[in-house]
């Protein structure tokens, strides 16, 4: 054994082969660990080292470059090593056995990250920029999650909290205080603060939603009776062939989906086989899975027959839809009737939808209005830069510091110790975000920034 305890090792770089394979490993001490598997060499810190990587009877296991980072200059703050070897799966498990020999351990997902953000490297909003940026579906994706990994999002939770806890420190300080009365908070502007603070906090939380939006995407669901062409929609939007198009009724038996981009925004769409009761099991374990569809479902597209209308099967299908969920009709077939295509809102249809798009899936015809309603349904304005990457838990960070300052700034002058308690957990919710740990060292801040003792 010459790693310290709790010595991490993994491949860094994806399984399979490649033209060059990485096992990363940290931990307190590395050094020793390095020597052992160079055949004694000393690395110098951030210089490559080129080596043989031998295992424990001295024969060369592969041979390539040895990167070493002394802590705390390194992405977890410990101790790094980097061996480049060849990307082959047989050569990655061999190297990865020499180190768990010398007695490292497998890392867990995420657990080289977890250690930059314990050891301060990151804070957590930025740890999980490292996530997104990797899971990027698309180059805004990646170009917001940079940034955020980089601060920018991080920046903007300070400042809010900086500002708070300014105010913060202007409300105790009256409560702890008491002859320092309401004049007091008058005099220093503290409700003036107070909306500064209620406007920027918009601002953030706006762009966050938009921000959440481009990483999240949409959940779209297909529904309508059988043949009103869910599956030739799809298939148009998708622009392939994946669900199977017949002319007889149920031949959709699976829910289908796919996940397809309009101006950036993954959307991913998923055609339902329907929710008819059925005997046939193929067709039930279809209908099952349509069910979890809608649960997980921001908006359904409700296709009708321009025949036939809204009729019964659509009508019993929409009353099995959850309430909350966004709707588009859509009149389809159009191209056989010679109607042009159209997209009219603000209307109240039966279907509960506001919106009626009259397109053709078969054509193509209206298309693309269809995906301009959809972008502007999720709220997309059409700008990713300013934005952040940002995750469902940030929006809602910043929602309940809304709340909360909104609350604030109704309390009276007779209501101070409430509105400092509506502040407090204003900024908890904000600091949540960075995964600062609040310890009410407020006090402290309190008599440093503040001269009370006048
Ligand atoms: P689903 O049961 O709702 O999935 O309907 P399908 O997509 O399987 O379509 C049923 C039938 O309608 C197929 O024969 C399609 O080719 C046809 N269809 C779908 N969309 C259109 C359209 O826009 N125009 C025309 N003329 N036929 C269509
Ligand atoms: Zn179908």
Redesign the pocket.
């Known amino acids: 054994m010459t790693a310290t305890p709790d010595t991490i090792a993994a491949a860094a770089t994806a399984p399979g082969r490649g033209g060059v394979g990485v096992i990363r490993i940290s931990g307190r001490r590395l050094l020793p660990l390095a020597q052992q598997i160079s055949g004694g060499k000393t690395p110098q810190p951030r210089l490559a080292l080129y080596t043989d990587f031998l295992d424990a009877h001295g024969r060369t296991i592969d041979s390539g470059l040895l990167l070493y980072f002394a802590a705390p200059a390194s992405f977890t703050g410990e101790d790094v090593i980097e061996l480049q070897g060849h990307g082959g799966p047989v050569v990655m498990q061999m190297l990865l056995s020499r180190c768990l020999e010398l007695g490292a351990r497998p890392a867990e997902p995420g657990e080289f990250t977890k250690r930059a953000f314990l050891n301060n490297k990151l804070d957590l909003a930025q740890a999980e920029s490292v996530a997104d940026l990797i899971d990027a579906s698309s180059q805004a994706a990646a170009r917001m999650a940079v940034r955020s990994l980089k601060g920018a999002f991080s920046q903007h939770i300070h400042a809010l909290v900086d500002e708070l806890i300014t105010l913060r420190m202007l409300v105790e300080a009256t409560l702890d205080f008491p002859e320092e009365d309401i004049d007091f908070l008058e005099a220093a502007d503290a409700r003036g603060k107070l909306a500064g603070l209620q406007g920027r906090l918009k601002t953030v939380l706006a762009q966050a939603q938009q921000g959440a939006v481009l990483r999240e995407g949409m959940n779209v669901v297909?529904v309508?009776?059988?043949?009103?062409?869910?599956?030739?929609?799809l298939?148009a939007l998708a622009g392939d062939d994946i669900?199977?198009?017949?002319?007889i009724?149920?031949?959709?038996r699976d829910t289908v989906r796919e996940q397809i981009t309009i101006d950036g925004i993954p959307v991913h769409i998923t055609?339902t086989a329907?929710l008819r009761d059925t005997d046939d099991t193929v067709e039930k374990i279809g209908i099952e899975r349509s069910g979890k569809a809608l649960a997980e479902a921001d908006l359904a597209l409700i296709?009708t027959d321009p025949a036939e209308g809204l009729n019964q099967k659509t009508r019993d299908i929409l009353a099995a839809l959850p309430p909350h969920l966004k709707k588009i009709e859509i009149r389809?077939?159009?191209?056989?009737t010679g109607t042009a295509p159209a997209l009219s809102d603000g209307l109240t249809l039966e279907s509960g939808a506001d919106t009626l798009i009259a397109?053709?899936?078969?054509?193509g015809a209206g298309l693309d209005l269809l995906k301009q309603a959809l972008l502007r349904q999720i709220g997309w304005q059409g700008e990713s830069e300013g934005l952040f990457l940002a995750r469902r838990r940030h929006t809602l960070a910043l929602e309940t510091a809304q709340t909360e300052l909104d609350n604030a700034a109704l309390c009276g002058n007779n209501q101070i110790e409430l509105m400092a308690e509506h502040l407090r957990l204003a900024q908890a919710a904000c600091s949540g975000i960075t995964g600062e740990f609040t310890a009410d060292d407020l006090l402290g801040v309190i008599f440093s920034r503040f001269c009370i003792g006048k």
């Open positions: 297909l309508g009776a059988p043949n009103v062409g869910k599956s030739s929609l298939n669900a199977i198009v017949t002319d009724a149920g031949t959709t055609d329907g296709l389809n077939k159009i191209d056989l397109l053709s899936a078969k054509t």
